[in-house]
């Protein structure tokens, strides 16, 4: 009975012993560095952090599986509060007339008055007459108004309404010949 016993528990203690894969057998000693995928990029620590297992990328040194993971946290014996007998309702907003002109003035001069100490000397200024607006041009009536596409009201804006559009390929002027000399062969 012990053979087999012993038989069992034998392979159990070996495996026990070794590497989890051959990627830690490779890795084992080397110096420990858990990465974990986030938003922003790959984040690396020197232990693994089990609440973001999924998320491991890569590791070195021994498999994360060696450490023992973290006790799980207490769950609180959540309660309701007490039920509460009263409760206070604010008073509801009462709508009330528009001040007249004159109360709004007696009320600016009772505020000067207290204010005297606080308030800046008064500005003078001078009311600005507005220049006319200048003349626009209509066009006659049997002359319609000419249609431009964006870029002919953009060339126009730059070089002005009397700029014509040239050719970036135009083709080059006719060579000029000279002219004949004069006189006999």
Known sequence: MWLRIFALALPAVLTACGYVSKYEEQVYDWEPVYCYQSIGG???YKEPKYSDSRRLVNYFGPDPSRYDAPDAPDVPDLQAPKEIDTWVKDAEPVPEPALSKAQVRA???R???LTTSLQRPPVNRVARVPQ???PVEVPAANEAPEQLSFFGKLRRGIFGP???PMLANRPAPPPTLPA????TL
Request: charged share 10%.
């Open 162 to 164: 009397s700029a014509k």
């Open 111 to 113: 505020l000067a008055g």
């Open 132 to 134: 006319p607006a200048p």
């Open 180 to 183: 004949p000399a004069s006189g």
């Open 42 to 44: 790959v984040e690396c």
């Open 107 to 109: 009320y600016n001069a």
